[in-house]
C-alpha cells in the first residue's frame, strides 16, 4: 500500500540523507512508520526510532499552543499591546533609510504569534552579542526580551509577515504570564499530559548520547558532520529558544501534534481561531508559499478548504495535521541546509493519496526565500 511512500522517502538516501523517520497517524491509529539510513554514519549506527533530535522551528507550535493555554485561561488578548506586560517594548525603534525613527504602532500580542512584530532573525546582532557578553553566557529567556528590544524594527509593527524571533519573545512572555520558566510551564502543561518523556527546551537537560548525530550541507552541496554540541539558535546556557530550542523524539511529536488534534490541549474553537489565516493582506516579500499563516502556524488561505496545518524545522523535521481527514505526520532528519529541504513537504501529498484522499497540495510548497535558494542550489 505504501511502496510509492517507501521508494520517496528512501530516494533521500540517494540524496545525502544519513537516516530519517517517520510516524503517520489516521484518526487515532498509526499507519505508517519507517526509519532508515544511519543515525550515525561514520559510525554505521542504524536508525532504531527512538534517536531525539533537535526541532528547530518545529519548536514554534509548541509554543504557540503553550501560549494559547494563557489565552484561554483570560490573562491576556490578543489585541492587548505587548509593553502593558513588557515595559522595554513601550518605546520601539523602525530603520529608515540609513538612520531609524519612532514606530507609530506598538506591537500587540498578536503580531508575535503571527511574526508581524518587525523583528528580523540576525543571531549576530550586536544587541544579541551584548546579550551573550554581559549574561556572562547564561542568557536567560526573559532577558533575551531585553535585548531585542533594543534593536530597530524592519518595519512597522503588524505591517507584514517576516520569518524572525516572534517566537522566543512570545517564550518571555509565556514567562511574564505563567510566572514560571518557559521550559517548566511547558512541561507541566504539554509534556506531562501528553506523556512526552523524551522532550525538553532546557540545555541543562539536553542529553547528547540520545541525540541523532547532526550534519549540514556546505556551501559547495558536500554533507559535513558538525558537533552535538552545536545547538543553532541557542544563545546560552539557560535559554530556552521558544522558536527552536526543543529537543525531542518521534514518539514524543506525534504524541503533541495527535493530543492537538483530538482537542485534549486546546479547544476547538481555540484551535480553529489558531489555524485561521491572520496574514492574507499583509504577506510581505519574505513569503512566497500559497498558503496562509495563523497563529504560529501555516494554514490555508481564506476561501480554500484544507484543514492542514503545521510547520517545519532547519534540520529537516516536518510536523502537520490535516484535520479534515484525521491525518498527522511527524517526519524527522538531522541534516541542515539538506538538498530535500523541499521534497519534505510533499510527504502529507503521498499520504493523502495513499490513504484514498483527494490530494491537497496548497501547503506543499517551500517556506520561505530563503529554503527556495536552498533547494535550487541542490538541484531540486
Same mark, same amino acid.
Given at each position: 500500500?505504501?511502496?510509492?511512500?517507501?521508494?520517496?522517502?528512501?530516494?533521500?538516501?540517494?540524496?545525502?540523507? $544519513?537516516?530519517?523517520?517517520?510516524?503517520?497517524?489516521?484518526?487515532?491509529?498509526?499507519?505508517?512508520?519507517?526509519?532508515?539510513?544511519?543515525?550515525?554514519?561514520?559510525?554505521?549506527? $542504524?536508525?532504531?526510532?527512538?534517536?531525539?533530535?533537535?526541532?528547530?522551528?518545529?519548536?514554534?507550535?509548541?509554543?504557540?499552543?503553550?501560549?494559547?493555554?494563557?489565552?484561554?485561561?483570560?490573562?491576556?488578548?490578543?489585541?492587548?499591546?505587548?509593553?502593558?506586560?513588557?515595559?522595554?517594548? =513601550?518605546?520601539?525603534?523602525?530603520?529608515?533609510?540609513?538612520?531609524?525613527?519612532?514606530?507609530?504602532?506598538?506591537?500587540?500580542?498578536?503580531?508575535?504569534?503571527?511574526?508581524?512584530?518587525?523583528?528580523?532573525?540576525?543571531?549576530?546582532?550586536?544587541?544579541?552579542?551584548?546579550?551573550?557578553?554581559?549574561?556572562?553566557?547564561?542568557?536567560?529567556?526573559?532577558?533575551?526580551?531585553?535585548?531585542?528590544?533594543?534593536?530597530?524594527?524592519?518595519?512597522?509593527?503588524?505591517?507584514?509577515?517576516?520569518? =524572525?524571533?516572534?517566537?522566543?519573545?512570545?517564550?518571555?512572555?509565556?514567562?511574564?504570564? =505563567?510566572?514560571?520558566?518557559?521550559?517548566?510551564?511547558?512541561?507541566?502543561?504539554?509534556?506531562?499530559?501528553?506523556?512526552?518523556?523524551?522532550?525538553?527546551?532546557?540545555?541543562?537537560?539536553?542529553?547528547?548520547?540520545?541525540?541523532?548525530?547532526?550534519?549540514?550541507?556546505?556551501?559547495?552541496?558536500?554533507?559535513?558532520?558538525? =558537533?552535538?554540541?552545536?545547538?543553532? %539558535?541557542?544563545?546560552?546556557?539557560?535559554?530556552?529558544? /521558544?522558536?527552536?530550542?526543543?529537543?525531542?523524539?518521534?514518539?514524543?511529536?506525534?504524541?503533541?501534534?495527535?493530543?492537538?488534534?483530538?482537542?485534549?490541549?486546546?479547544?476547538?474553537?481555540?484551535?480553529?481561531?489558531?489555524?485561521?489565516?491572520?496574514?492574507?493582506?499583509?504577506?510581505?516579500?519574505?513569503?512566497?508559499?500559497?498558503?496562509? %499563516?495563523?497563529? /504560529?502556524?501555516?494554514?490555508?488561505?481564506?476561501?480554500?478548504?484544507?484543514?492542514?496545518?503545521?510547520?517545519?524545522?532547519?534540520?529537516?523535521?516536518?510536523?502537520?495535521?490535516?484535520?479534515?481527514?484525521?491525518?498527522?505526520? %511527524?517526519?524527522? &532528519?538531522?541534516?541542515?541546509?539538506?538538498?530535500?529541504?523541499?521534497?519534505?513537504?510533499?510527504?502529507?501529498?503521498?499520504?493523502?493519496?495513499?490513504?484514498?484522499?483527494?490530494?491537497?497540495?496548497?501547503?506543499?510548497?517551500?517556506?520561505?526565500?530563503? /529554503?527556495?535558494?536552498?533547494?535550487?542550489?541542490?538541484? &531540486?
Amino acid at each position: 500500500m505504501f511502496s510509492e511512500l517507501n521508494d520517496f522517502l528512501d530516494s533521500f538516501l540517494e540524496r545525502g540523507t $544519513p537516516g530519517y523517520d517517520l510516524a503517520v497517524f489516521h484518526k487515532g491509529e498509526c499507519v505508517y512508520r519507517r526509519f532508515r539510513g544511519y543515525s550515525d554514519y561514520e559510525n554505521k549506527i $542504524p536508525m532504531n526510532g527512538k534517536e531525539r533530535y533537535n526541532l528547530y522551528s518545529c519548536s514554534k507550535v509548541m509554543t504557540a499552543t503553550a501560549a494559547m493555554m494563557l489565552w484561554e485561561r483570560g490573562l491576556f488578548r490578543l489585541e492587548d499591546k505587548l509593553s502593558d506586560y513588557m515595559p522595554e517594548f =513601550s518605546e520601539m525603534k523602525v530603520r529608515d533609510g540609513d538612520g531609524v525613527r519612532a514606530a507609530t504602532r506598538p506591537i500587540l500580542i498578536e503580531h508575535l504569534f503571527t511574526m508581524t512584530a518587525g523583528f528580523d532573525y540576525e543571531h549576530d546582532a550586536p544587541e544579541l552579542v551584548d546579550f551573550r557578553r554581559e549574561t556572562g553566557g547564561v542568557c536567560k529567556t526573559r532577558d533575551f526580551a531585553r535585548y531585542i528590544a533594543r534593536r530597530p524594527l524592519l518595519f512597522e509593527p503588524g505591517e507584514m509577515w517576516h520569518y =524572525s524571533f516572534c517566537h522566543d519573545v512570545l517564550a518571555a512572555f509565556v514567562e511574564v504570564i =505563567s510566572g514560571e520558566r518557559f521550559g517548566e510551564f511547558v512541561r507541566k502543561n504539554i509534556f506531562l499530559p501528553c506523556g512526552m518523556t523524551d522532550s525538553t527546551f532546557y540545555p541543562a537537560e539536553w542529553d547528547h548520547e540520545t541525540v541523532a548525530a547532526q550534519y549540514r550541507f556546505n556551501e559547495n552541496g558536500v554533507r559535513e558532520r558538525i =558537533s552535538k554540541d552545536i545547538i543553532f %539558535y541557542n544563545f546560552g546556557s539557560e535559554y530556552e529558544s /521558544g522558536g527552536a530550542g526543543c529537543v525531542s523524539s518521534v514518539d514524543d511529536c506525534m504524541k503533541f501534534i495527535e493530543a492537538l488534534r483530538k482537542g485534549e490541549l486546546l479547544k476547538p474553537e481555540t484551535l480553529k481561531l489558531m489555524t485561521t489565516d491572520r496574514i492574507e493582506h499583509r504577506r510581505g516579500d519574505n513569503w512566497i508559499t500559497d498558503y496562509g %499563516y495563523g497563529l /504560529g502556524v501555516k494554514c490555508a488561505r481564506p476561501g480554500k478548504s484544507t484543514g492542514i496545518f503545521g510547520w517545519g524545522g532547519a534540520a529537516g523535521a516536518d510536523m502537520t495535521i490535516d484535520a479534515k481527514n484525521g491525518i498527522t505526520l %511527524y517526519f524527522a &532528519q538531522h541534516v541542515l541546509r539538506s538538498p530535500v529541504a523541499a521534497m519534505k513537504t510533499r510527504i502529507i501529498f503521498l499520504v493523502q493519496k495513499l490513504l484514498g484522499y483527494k490530494p491537497d497540495g496548497v501547503i506543499c510548497h517551500v517556506a520561505s526565500k530563503r /529554503g527556495e535558494e536552498n533547494a535550487k542550489k541542490f538541484g &531540486q
